[in-house]
């Protein structure tokens, strides 16, 4: 038997290939179906099964793709419907893989087709258990996604909690938990940073799991729960209804342009998307871009702040392009018109002007900051409850744009997260919305406590 877990820290993804005697299973793969493909060809194993633990909402899974280039079978668990063959199993059927087998547990409340599935080793004994977005690692999914007009989210709480007590929390306490998420992701309130578990820890350590009774753990689960990303309900439906393939979006929408071509995009109403790091971002970019670096959690961040319907043309590192473009429609964003050839340097030599954001470094931010100076603090509300700076306005960057007619575009702004990924995230797209005062503070709240800025806890409505 051989398990391995594909763990993709942009979306906080973990997929996961399993293997017995030469067959292979693959669990909620990513959109590129070639890293299962090459590792099935390496291992010289087939891969007979694509199991999804629930039509994803955070990402497009690869298992359309995946399941015809190796002629495979796509699982999902009971009550699922999809528009592509799928076999749809029965709650507690088993899988033959090899000498291992794959039992299903159907586990509703994150949605309705939630499942898990329980692997027995060669001697039959209970050895992991993928939960997909039932249970993490210090959480559990989120059960506000799958809400109709008959089914509200206290509703989905509830099957939740009986999945977890009936089916997961029965398991004996040394088998591995191998969930589908970890820290950053969205599809839980606050996952832990490790990627696996056992079910013996999580009852010790899962706040959810301390519950007890249905009621406690519906009022604890649902308790500062934000809004989901907007971008969630679109890949939900992908997932469920199909999608283009891989290879030939990306053929598509990786398309070299001349500065003349970049120009005549933006005429026409694409926004641009400015994909380097924050630091180099800020010396010089083009105006009104929109600034989400490679190098954090890129994809679910677009997700968040970008209309999916919106046409994009990107700028990005020598390189890099084909990457922004994959990770992009790893999360359903496949209306990407191509990219700048040559990249910001291109755009200057041919004699465009470019606009920039004005830094500072923490030590200074402490040494100039006063009493009535305005600042915004685009952290998440969990971390404003870890303390704040003094008279500073809370706006999640999820929801900035929507609160910028309640900022004054005459004041300065200095903008700041936990680290400077997000601040310039902000302070780019206060620009974009004629916001010309703004100082992004680099490090942000980190690097300003180490500055010996003292923090204080927010004040409660």
């Known amino acids: 038997m051989y398990i391995e877990q594909l763990y993709t820290n942009c979306l906080a993804e973990a997929a996961y290939y399993i293997e017995s005697d ?108 993928f939960t997909g977005d039932t249970l993490f690692v210090g959480d559990v999914g989120r059960p506000d996604l799958a809400v109709k007009s008959d089914l509200t989210r206290e509703n989905l709480a509830g099957l939740l909690y009986n999945s977890l007590n009936i089916k997961l929390k029965t398991l004996a306490d040394d088998v591995i938990v191998y969930p589908a998420h970890g820290a950053g992701s969205a599809c839980g309130k606050n996952i832990g940073k490790e990627t696996f578990s056992t079910i013996g820890q999580q009852k010790k350590y899962n706040y959810a799991l301390q519950a007890t009774s249905k009621e406690e753990f519906v009022s604890a689960v649902l308790d500062g729960l934000t809004d989901p990303p907007k971008y969630f309900f679109m890949d939900a439906l992908l997932n469920k209804n199909g999608y283009s393939r891989i290879d030939e979006l990306m053929k598509k929408n990786t398309v070299a342009l001349s500065t003349l071509e970049f120009l005549k995009e933006i005429e026409k109403g694409a926004l641009v998307l400015d994909t380097r790091d924050a630091d180099i971002f800020e010396k010089g970019f083009i105006s009104e871009s929109v600034n989400i670096g490679l190098s954090g959690q890129y994809a679910p961040w677009v997700g968040a702040i970008i209309d999916a319907n919106k046409p994009l043309v990107l700028i990005a590192e020598e390189g890099k392009e084909a990457e922004a473009i994959l990770r992009l429609a790893r999360v359903g964003y496949e209306n990407i018109h191509g990219y700048l050839k040559g990249g910001i340097k291109e755009w200057e030599n041919t004699g465009n002007s470019i606009d920039n954001v004005v830094g500072i470094d923490p030590a200074d931010f402490v040494k100039t900051i006063k009493q009535d100076d305005k600042i915004i603090d685009v952290r998440n509300q969990g971390e404003w409850e870890t303390g704040i700076i003094e008279g500073a306005t809370l706006i999640s960057l999820n929801n900035l744009e929507n609160e910028l007619s309640l900022l004054d575009k005459t004041k300065h702004y200095y903008i700041h997260c936990a680290g400077g990924y997000r601040s310039m995230m902000a302070s780019s797209l206060m620009k974009k919305n004629g916001f010309t005062k703004i100082t992004n503070v680099r490090g942000g709240v980190n690097k300003v406590k180490e500055a010996g800025l003292k923090l204080v806890l927010p004040i409660k409505n």
């Open 22 to 129: 030469g067959v292979a299973a693959i669990i909620d793969p990513l959109r590129e179906t070639s890293p299962y493909i090459e590792l099935a060809k390496r291992r010289n194993a087939k891969i007979k099964y694509v199991f999804e633990t629930h039509f994803h909402a955070d990402f497009v899974s690869g298992h359309v793709d995946l399941a015809r280039e190796a002629d495979a079978v796509i699982v999902y668990g009971p009550t699922a419907e999809a528009g592509f063959d799928i076999l749809v199993a029965k709650d507690n059927e088993e899988f033959i893989l090899g000498s291992i087998i794959l039992k299903v547990l159907h586990t509703p409340g994150h949605t309705m087709e939630s499942s898990c599935f329980l692997l027995k080793d060669e001697n039959g004994n209970d050895h992991a258990v």
